[in-house]
Protein backbone atom coordinates (compact mmCIF):
# COMPACT_ATOMS: atom_id res chain seq x y z
CA UNK A 1 0.00 0.00 0.00
CA UNK A 2 1.17 3.53 -1.21
CA UNK A 3 -0.23 6.47 1.28
CA UNK A 4 -0.13 10.37 0.12
CA UNK A 5 -0.33 13.29 2.05
CA UNK A 6 -0.51 16.32 0.75
CA UNK A 7 0.18 19.72 1.93
CA UNK A 8 0.65 23.36 1.69
CA UNK A 9 -2.96 24.31 0.31
CA UNK A 10 -4.75 27.74 1.59
CA UNK A 11 -6.29 30.96 0.63
CA UNK A 12 -4.04 33.33 -1.56
CA UNK A 13 -4.81 36.45 -4.19
CA UNK A 14 -4.66 36.59 -7.22
CA UNK A 15 -1.02 36.98 -8.77
CA UNK A 16 0.58 35.34 -5.70
CA UNK A 17 2.01 31.57 -5.27
CA UNK A 18 2.45 28.34 -3.47
CA UNK A 19 3.87 25.49 -3.18
CA UNK A 20 2.36 22.17 -2.77
CA UNK A 21 3.76 19.18 -1.23
CA UNK A 22 2.84 15.83 -1.50
CA UNK A 23 5.00 12.78 0.78
CA UNK A 24 4.71 9.19 0.06
CA UNK A 25 5.39 6.90 2.30
CA UNK A 26 4.28 2.74 2.62
CA UNK A 27 5.02 -0.06 0.47
CA UNK A 28 6.75 2.25 -2.36
CA UNK A 29 9.77 2.58 -3.99
CA UNK A 30 9.14 5.87 -4.84
CA UNK A 31 11.52 7.00 -7.82
CA UNK A 32 9.99 3.30 -9.22
CA UNK A 33 6.31 5.81 -9.69
CA UNK A 34 5.49 8.34 -11.84
CA UNK A 35 3.83 10.91 -9.73
CA UNK A 36 0.93 13.66 -10.92
CA UNK A 37 -0.99 16.21 -9.64
CA UNK A 38 -4.65 16.88 -10.56
CA UNK A 39 -7.46 19.50 -9.24
CA UNK A 40 -11.44 19.38 -9.05
CA UNK A 41 -13.85 22.02 -8.44
CA UNK A 42 -17.25 20.83 -7.63
CA UNK A 43 -19.77 19.34 -10.41
CA UNK A 44 -16.46 18.76 -13.03
CA UNK A 45 -14.30 15.54 -13.84
CA UNK A 46 -10.54 15.75 -11.68
CA UNK A 47 -7.83 17.13 -14.18
CA UNK A 48 -5.00 16.22 -14.61
CA UNK A 49 -2.56 19.57 -13.66
CA UNK A 50 1.19 18.33 -14.13
CA UNK A 51 2.99 15.27 -14.01
CA UNK A 52 6.79 13.87 -13.92
CA UNK A 53 8.06 10.38 -14.63
CA UNK A 54 10.47 8.28 -12.85
CA UNK A 55 12.99 9.65 -15.17
CA UNK A 56 12.10 13.24 -14.46
CA UNK A 57 10.27 14.16 -17.10
CA UNK A 58 7.35 16.69 -17.05
CA UNK A 59 4.21 17.49 -18.63
CA UNK A 60 1.54 20.19 -17.95
CA UNK A 61 -1.84 21.41 -18.69
CA UNK A 62 -1.61 24.25 -21.33
CA UNK A 63 -3.45 26.12 -18.43
CA UNK A 64 -0.93 26.07 -16.14
CA UNK A 65 1.89 25.83 -18.36
CA UNK A 66 4.73 28.59 -17.84
CA UNK A 67 2.93 29.38 -14.09
CA UNK A 68 3.09 25.37 -12.19
CA UNK A 69 6.52 23.74 -12.04
CA UNK A 70 6.43 20.05 -10.79
CA UNK A 71 9.23 18.77 -9.61
CA UNK A 72 10.04 15.82 -6.96
CA UNK A 73 12.60 14.38 -4.41
CA UNK A 74 13.70 10.90 -4.64
CA UNK A 75 15.69 10.73 -1.24
CA UNK A 76 12.67 12.50 0.60
CA UNK A 77 10.02 10.84 -1.38
CA UNK A 78 7.86 13.89 -1.85
CA UNK A 79 6.93 15.60 -5.11
CA UNK A 80 6.16 19.62 -4.98
CA UNK A 81 3.60 21.30 -7.31
CA UNK A 82 5.42 25.37 -7.63
CA UNK A 83 2.25 27.69 -8.49
CA UNK A 84 3.12 31.09 -9.38
CA UNK A 85 0.92 34.00 -11.15
CA UNK A 86 -2.37 31.98 -9.40
CA UNK A 87 -5.60 33.05 -11.09
CA UNK A 88 -9.02 32.50 -9.76
CA UNK A 89 -9.70 30.12 -11.88
CA UNK A 90 -6.36 27.60 -10.36
CA UNK A 91 -9.36 27.51 -7.01
CA UNK A 92 -9.65 23.63 -6.60
CA UNK A 93 -8.79 20.59 -4.24
CA UNK A 94 -5.46 19.49 -5.53
CA UNK A 95 -4.60 15.92 -5.22
CA UNK A 96 -1.71 14.15 -5.16
CA UNK A 97 -1.57 10.61 -7.32
CA UNK A 98 0.96 7.97 -7.70
CA UNK A 99 1.26 5.05 -10.25
CA UNK A 100 3.89 2.26 -10.87
CA UNK A 101 6.05 2.95 -13.94
CA UNK A 102 8.00 0.65 -16.34
CA UNK A 103 9.63 2.45 -19.21
CA UNK A 104 6.59 4.29 -21.14
CA UNK A 105 4.14 2.04 -19.35
CA UNK A 106 2.48 3.36 -16.32
CA UNK A 107 0.37 0.40 -14.82
CA UNK A 108 -1.45 -0.86 -11.61
CA UNK A 109 -3.27 0.97 -9.12
CA UNK A 110 -3.97 4.49 -8.81
CA UNK A 111 -3.02 6.28 -5.63
CA UNK A 112 -4.50 8.98 -4.20
CA UNK A 113 -3.98 11.81 -1.82
CA UNK A 114 -6.70 12.85 0.41
CA UNK A 115 -6.42 16.76 -1.28
CA UNK A 116 -5.55 20.34 -0.40
CA UNK A 117 -7.55 22.98 -0.95
CA UNK A 118 -6.30 25.73 -3.17
CA UNK A 119 -8.29 29.13 -2.96
CA UNK A 120 -7.26 31.99 -5.28
CA UNK A 121 -9.25 35.22 -4.46
CA UNK A 122 -8.96 39.00 -3.86
Known amino acids: QVQLVESGGGLVQPGESLRLSCVAS?????????MSWYRQTPGKQRELVAS???????NYADSVKDRFTISRDNAKNVVYLQMNSLKPEDTAVYYCNAKRQLGSTWYGNDYWGQGTQVTVSS
Open 26 to 34: GSIFFSRYA
Open 52 to 58: ITSGGST
